[in-house]
């Protein structure tokens, strides 16, 4: 069918690009662990600064969803112009919140450790990255808007090769500019230490916009971007359609605002019950998310085909892409639901050698069973939604996310307390159990939210 050639045609280049993901981090992990004897430390100093990013960019991702919705529509409809006016509007808000962020980096991270706790000399080495790294801030931003509407304009080989760009180059320049390059006893390129790690970092963001810009201009100068003219520079924050922009993503913020608070939630809930449930946590979510990568792409392959014939007023074939892309992510589910069942203590013990870990977590496994089916499904529809340029909806979705985690959570702990010693031994293990339950019911109401709201959504008027 053509419209399972579509689906794979957009989702395996992002699936491809998005397991280069978990690379980066694995090698700047490796690289700081190989510096000093103090590995522990300078391994802390990066897992600290990169959670800095974390935290501040996931605020921003809007600048890919949005720009990825009304740029499908946009083309759907045929209007070229407008799609290049959409990426003119998202590069001009990357840019001024990338300057902003740099302008008030002191202020970020000063508060930032106000709740973060880490020794002094983590911290040290955690804000020199940080102080490295923000000045990739407009680089990174504007590839968010660059990669959103890529796939908005259904190319998602130009969003790969951007990512893997960046990443590729990241892993490279990382290794060389830490520990240097000698060349038959000849220093080509000197070792800059833990400071190279994040140079390094830096170095890559400015490639990828490189490369996406000769990219961009390649392949969209013609009949796209030499469509623009002085008026729409002039007038590019005037009109419905710039406070239709910046309206979704005030939305779109307060939905990365809530996400942000659940997963936040989950690791500072877990750490109260001690470094080895801490661990368990983290490594259970690490493997959870391993299906993320896969999942995504088809959820940007829905994405930029929903808003394409939204755009195009085409009922039948919006149909056959939400039927369609829901069979092929149900698909990636079902595969690592058997994954998760066989091969799930290897799994652990591909991440951790600690055997006190792998035997505390195998009690968790059955919760990777469910969790595919139900993220599977809300991601799904999260690609489906942001091609349906359906803000408030998926604002919703996560504010009815956060009260059923917060629900759960506290009714079961509340339960817990009244039948449980704090002191029993078996007390954080059932709480991590409640914990964990709290999760699924936080993609369980995305799911049902968005699944009730979808044929409204879906309509075309």
């Known amino acids: ?46 897992a600290i600064g990169s959670m800095l990013f974390d935290l501040l960019y996931w605020n921003f991702g809007f600048l890919r969803i949005g720009t990825g919705g009304l740029a499908a529509q946009a083309f759907g409809r045929g209007d070229r112009r407008e799609c290049a006016r959409i990426l003119l509007r998202a590069i001009a808000l990357s840019l001024a919140i990338s300057l902003l962020l740099i302008a008030i980096q002191w202020i970020y991270v000063k508060a930032a450790f106000l709740v973060v706790d880490c020794t002094p000399q983590v911290r040290e080495l955690a804000s020199r990255y940080f102080f490295i790294r923000i000045w990739a801030a407009p680089a990174t931003l504007a590839l968010m808007a660059l990669k959103g509407w890529f796939i908005g304009m259904q190319d998602s080989v130009s969003a790969m090769v951007a990512d ?5 180059m990241n892993v490279l320049l990382s290794i060389v500019l830490a520990l240097g390059l000698t060349v038959s006893d000849i220093s080509l390129v000197p070792a800059l230490g833990f400071d190279g790690i994040a140079i390094g970092t830096v170095a890559a963001q400015w490639t990828g916009l490189l490369t996406a810009s000769v990219l961009l201009a390649f392949r969209y100068r013609r009949g796209t971007m030499d469509l623009l003219d002085k008026a729409d520079v002039r007038t590019l924050l005037d009109g419905g359609e710039t406070r239709r922009f910046f309206s979704m993503n005030a939305d779109l913020f307060i939905r990365s605002a809530c996400m942000i608070a659940i997963y936040i939630g989950f690791t500072v809930i877990s750490a109260k019950y001690g470094d080895l449930l801490l661990a368990v946590s983290s490594i259970l979510m690490k493997l959870l998310m391993i299906f ?160 009730v709201r979808s044929r409204g959504v879906l309509r075309m008027s």
């Open 164 to 168: 893997i760009t960046v990443n590729g």
């Open 1 to 46: 069918m053509g419209i399972n050639r579509d689906i794979l045609k957009l989702a395996l280049p992002s699936i491809l690009a998005n397991i280069t993901v978990p690379l980066v981090g694995m090698v700047d992990i490796a690289v700081a662990g190989h510096l000093d004897v103090e590995s522990a430390t300078l391994i802390g100093g990066i």
């Open 292 to 451: 993320s990568y896969f999942t995504d792409g088809f959820a940007y392959a829905g994405e930029a085909l929903t808003g394409k014939f939204i755009g195009a007023r085409d009922s039948g074939m919006l149909r056959q892409t939400v039927k369609w892309t829901f069979i092929w992510s149900m698909g990636i589910a079902f595969i690592f639901m058997i994954l998760y069942q066989f091969a799930g203590v290897p799994m652990l013990k591909m991440m951790t050698s600690d055997v006190a870990v792998v035997e505390a977590a195998r009690e968790y496994l059955p919760w990777l069973l469910l969790m595919p089916v139900v993220g599977c499904a809300a991601f799904t529809w999260d690609g489906i939604y942001i091609g349906a340029t359906a803000s408030r909806d998926m604002r919703n979705s996560m504010l009815w996310a956060v009260v059923s985690f917060a629900l759960v959570w506290a009714a079961g702990i509340i339960v817990l307390n009244a039948t449980m010693p704090h002191d029993s031994s078996s007390y954080g293990i059932i709480a991590l159990h409640i914990l964990m339950a709290a999760y699924f019911a936080h993609l369980l109401s995305r799911t049902i939210y968005m699944t």
